[in-house]
């Protein structure tokens, strides 16, 4: 059974979303409870998949992961997945964040409209097999699944803002899929192979002439990757679509833009920093991510609305993963994929604890709250007597809510004790580490990046949390346990990342070292054959 590992992150939400497309709707408990053991199996199957890469399993595996040969065919000639510690990484995240957002999910929101329960299954198959995927054609593939399934997950719900961000949304995508099998074929038609490990070894063999036309190819490819990873200027589309989505839907889309970043971050170590072409090249990835950092923080201080701050959010993780991985040498690739880990977590919980804390709230509301800050104006409903202090119960879910924001805005931000602040410290004290090896510029401007972003951060969530827990008028939101459990899973998930933070480092160090040594995946996948 064991040799079968790697296919089941990809086969249990396929047949998942199989049996509950033909599963009636009057069964609605049934098909609940179906789609919630088939996603707890994903992530046995994740976690029992990351412990057998590191070593805690018994496997007759190599250091490099395991390899799954499709139909019995070996590479290149055959489709291969491939699960290595970064795979095995990925996956295990996304079956977190997808069995909270399906809890959080069952509480009302599957319900909003039709066939939640099998697109949601299918964007987890989709997810899962571009982690695992060994060979750019079936990257495609899993790409178009996911992307599918993100489309009627986007556009899940009523309102006219959610279908107008929904389908800027599409529109984006299907040209961003068709300028990816533009670029496959072009790649396909210089090296004779899309197997990821076999083009590592076939391109650096190019001649001048096929070597522009690989280029090329590699060009469009990186721009597609840059799509997805939410990059500037290819990010205009990213927070009006997040903040329109429902709230299980915007939280699970926290990891959407981190299939585009593993992707350059697999690219770019496979082809070699002397022959990448630009879009995977160290310097060009760094500054796309300090430029992309820089519109997150501008946007994360223009906005007025919690929604479209947690769109920004995303844009500023991704910059931060894309300026990390670029960053002259490698000392930065282990705490950044901590960083990931931490900024998908918190992300997902902050877009589903949006939805709880905006709950009885309306825009006029924050109209005024504009006002008053814009003008220094009072409201009138004050006490004449300033003197006079007036108690306040705070009821429980107000107490839940106040202590999950600030936990979030800890965790997003960068404050301590959080993982937040653990990813963060990291990235800078590597980055200070690294001159003579790496330019003392590119470690001032990344320090001046992860800070200036942090505090514009902590002022735009500090300004509007304000607003939100200090409407005494507003009545107290109504939660279910179905909503507040996977919302503080994931917290208290951030906080087991800060307290375990050596244990945790250590694995995603090793990561980062057997990710900076392709030679080992690709003796893995392809035995005898190594660069």
């Known amino acids: 059974m064991i040799q079968h590992l790697p296919i089941l992150p990809i086969l249990l939400p396929l047949l998942a979303g199989v049996l509950l497309l033909f599963a009636a709707d009057a069964h609605h408990g049934r098909r609940a409870g179906f789609a919630l053991a088939a996603t707890a199996a994903q992530l046995a199957t994740a976690v029992t998949l990351l412990a057998a890469v590191d070593g805690r399993i018994d496997v007759p595996w190599q250091d490099g992961g395991a390899v799954y040969a499709l139909g019995n065919w070996a590479a290149p000639f055959g ?77 899940h719900g009523s309102g006219a803002p959610r279908v107008k961000a929904g389908l800027h949304y599409i529109v984006v995508n299907l040209v961003a899929s068709l300028v990816f099998l533009v670029a496959a074929a072009l790649i396909y038609s210089v090296a004779g192979t899309l197997n990821m490990a076999e083009l590592a070894l076939v391109v650096p063999r190019l001649d001048a002439d096929t070597r522009t036309l690989f280029e090329l190819g590699a060009l469009l490819l990186g721009i597609v990757f840059l799509v997805k990873a939410g990059a500037w200027p290819l990010n205009f589309w990213l927070p009006s679509t997040y903040a329109a989505a429902t709230a299980p839907v ?11 970043v593993y992707a350059l971050l697999r690219f770019s170590i496979l082809f070699g920093q002397d022959i990448a072409p630009a879009p995977f090249k160290g310097d060009w990835l760094f500054y ?25 959010m995303v844009v500023i993780s991704s910059g931060t993963l894309l300026a990390a991985f670029g960053f002259t040498g490698t000392t930065l690739t282990g705490p950044a994929l901590y960083y990931l880990a931490s900024s998908v977590l918190g992300g997902g919980a902050f877009f589903m604890l949006i939805e709880m804390t905006e709950r009885n709230r309306t825009a006029a509301a924050d109209l005024l709250a504009i006002s008053f800050e814009a003008f220094g104006l ?98 107290t939101p109504r939660l279910q346990w179905l909503e507040a459990a996977p919302v503080a899973a994931l917290v208290l998930l951030c906080f087991v990342l800060a307290f375990g933070a050596g244990p945790t480092m250590a694995y995603f160090d090793a990561t980062a070292r057997a990710l900076h040594e392709p030679a080992a995946y690709i003796g893995v996948v392809l035995p005898g054959s190594r660069p």
């Open 250 to 260: 915007g939280a699970v889309f926290a990891i959407l833009t981190k299939v585009g």
């Open 288 to 312: 796309c991510g300090l430029a992309t950092i820089a519109v997150g923080t501008l946007g994360v201080l223009a906005t007025q609305k919690l929604d479209r701050l947690a769109g920004y």
């Open 79 to 155: 489709i291969v997945l491939v699960a290595d510690r970064l795979a095995a990484l990925m996956v295990t995240l996304t079956a977190i964040l997808g069995l909270s957002a399906l809890i959080y999910a069952l509480a009302r929101w599957e319900r909003a409209g039709s066939h939640f329960l099998p697109m949601f299954q299918f964007l987890l198959m989709g997810l899962n097999g571009a982690f695992l995927t060994g060979d750019l054609f079936n990257l495609f593939v899993f790409f178009e699944v996911l992307l599918a399934a993100s489309y009627g997950l986007a556009l």
């Open 378 to 475: 009072q409201e009138r409903h004050e006490s004449e007597h300033p003197d006079e202090m007036a108690g306040v119960a705070i009821p429980a879910a107000m107490a839940f809510l106040g202590l999950a924001f600030f936990s979030c805005a800890a965790i997003l931000s960068g404050l301590p004790p959080l993982s937040g602040f653990v990813a963060k410290f990291a990235l800078l004290k590597a980055a200070i580490a690294a001159p003579p090896a790496a330019p003392a510029e590119q470690a001032i401007l990344l320090f001046a990046a992860l800070l200036l972003s942090g505090l514009a951060g902590l002022i735009a969530l500090s300004r509007l949390g304000i607003r939100v827990f200090w409407d005494s008028e507003r009545p």
